[in-house]
Every structure is written in structure tokens, then in C-alpha cells.
């Protein structure tokens, strides 16, 4: 069972430094999600592909922010000239759009970024 | 906008003790709800979802949720725990229409659970 997979697990930069993060889904999966979690609070939603569309942002994806699905398979997230307050768990997730579950969401591993 | 509010930051329970986590959410309209659980070390997992069926809902390893609309809850329960249910215990919501916003899970802010053997 090939589940969620992200690379890298862990990231540290200097604040100012460009970050990307990958993320391949369940591969029969047509829907992925990214969402961010800080310390003490629960994963919060950032954006959403169906396919390669990008059809949701949060208000939390700032300009420095940007995610690409090309073709509709693995996702990445690119955070330009990154702060500390960054600093956090992004998780990516994903699911299969049919008439029995749409929402049923499958998590990846995460990965940790601290910004110094 | 929805939310959704855990009441328990921490829990501590001895094994064989039953176990009920609080969730309430607030969204006026139809709600699709979940219980995810994160153990020591691993990824998010979904324990148990509801899908407008049958308000008590049974998940995996024992765990069961009952949505009760009138007091826009989704308690977890357990009747009696393991030291192996040590894990932080995520309630979320997404809305059960297609449009904008019903893809979005939101999530409260956890409670972890540490079971004494």
C-alpha cells in the first residue's frame, strides 16, 4: 500500500531562502490538498487541486506562496523568501473523487520546515 | 465561515478506563465529520468518518462517534482504553455540498490522550 508520500521530511533555511516541498498522492487520486499545522493547533487548509487545477486558496497563502499540480500527479509547494513565521508542519493530502466518498482525505507524512 | 472546537487539551486516563473526547462545531448547514488520530511519530489517520447516515458511527480499533445535530456535536468514545491509544486525536468538518469550500477540512486544535498502563 503506497500511501502519501513528501519529500523532504525535514527542511531548515535561513529565513530570506526559497523552499519547495513535493508531494505524491495515492496514485489513483485525483484530488490533493495541502494544509499547514503549527504547534498546538490542528492541520489548517492552505489549497486544493482537483486534477492539475488549482481550484481553492486559503487567505493563509500569501503571494509567497505558490503550488503547481502539472499533471494532475505530484504537487509541490514553493515558499519564496521565507520568514519564521513559517515555520511549521506542511502536510499534504489526498483523495478520490467518486459517489462514495468524496471527502475522505489521506494524509502524508509532513514535512517540517524551520526557518532560522 | 465553520469552526470547530475541541474541549480537551489532555487527557490522562489508566488503561481499561472509558474514554469520551468532546467536539462541537459550528456551520449551520450539512456537515460531513471525522476523527483523525496522529500516535507518537506517525501520520494523520482517519479513525472514523460520518456521512449523514446513521448518527453513531463505528471506526477502527474499537473507537465509536455520535453526532448529535441538535447540540452540533461529535463525541469520540471509547469504552475502555489501551496504553496503546496514546495518540493526539484531531475532529474536523467539511461541508457536504459541492461548491466552494466543502473540499476544506477544518480541524480543531486536539486533545492528546496519554494512557497510564
Known amino acids: 500500500d503506497t500511501g502519501v508520500s513528501q519529500d523532504p521530511r525535514h527542511k531548515i533555511t535561513k529565513r530570506g531562502q526559497n523552499v519547495t516541498f513535493r508531494c505524491d498522492p495515492i496514485?489513483?487520486?485525483?484530488?490533493l490538498y495541502w494544509y499547514r499545522q503549527t504547534l498546538g493547533q490542528g492541520p489548517e487548509f492552505l489549497t486544493y487541486?482537483?486534477?492539475?487545477?488549482?481550484?481553492?486558496k486559503s487567505r493563509l497563502l500569501s503571494d509567497r506562496f505558490s503550488a503547481e499540480r502539472p499533471k494532475g500527479s505530484f504537487s509541490t509547494l514553493e515558499i519564496q523568501r521565507t520568514e519564521q513565521g513559517d515555520s511549521a508542519m506542511y502536510l499534504c493530502?489526498?483523495?478520490?473523487?467518486?459517489?462514495?466518498?468524496?471527502?475522505?482525505?489521506?494524509f502524508g507524512p509532513g514535512t517540517r520546515l524551520t526557518v532560522l | 465561515a465553520q469552526s470547530v472546537s475541541q474541549h480537551n487539551h489532555h487527557v490522562i486516563l489508566s488503561e481499561a478506563a472509558s474514554l469520551e473526547l468532546g467536539c462541537n462545531y459550528s456551520?449551520?448547514?450539512?456537515?460531513?465529520l471525522f476523527w483523525y488520530v496522529q500516535y507518537p511519530g506517525q501520520h494523520l489517520q482517519l479513525l472514523l468518518k460520518?456521512?449523514?447516515?446513521?448518527?453513531l458511527v463505528k471506526g477502527i480499533k474499537g473507537f465509536e462517534a455520535e453526532f448529535i445535530k441538535s447540540k452540533f456535536s461529535f463525541n469520540l468514545r471509547k469504552p475502555s482504553v489501551q496504553w496503546s491509544d496514546t495518540a493526539e486525536y484531531f475532529c474536523?468538518?467539511?461541508?457536504?455540498?459541492?461548491?466552494?469550500?466543502?473540499?476544506?477540512?477544518?480541524f480543531g486544535k486536539g486533545t492528546k490522550l496519554s494512557v497510564i498502563p
Open positions: 493530502a489526498s483523495s478520490l473523487a467518486s459517489s462514495g466518498s468524496p471527502y475522505e482525505q489521506f
Open positions: 496514485s489513483e487520486h485525483n484530488r
Open positions: 487541486f482537483q486534477n492539475e487545477a488549482q481550484l481553492e
Open positions: 456551520y449551520g448547514g450539512t456537515v460531513n
Open positions: 460520518y456521512f449523514s447516515e446513521d448518527p
Open positions: 474536523a468538518v467539511s461541508l457536504a455540498y459541492s461548491g466552494a469550500g466543502s473540499y476544506q477540512l477544518t
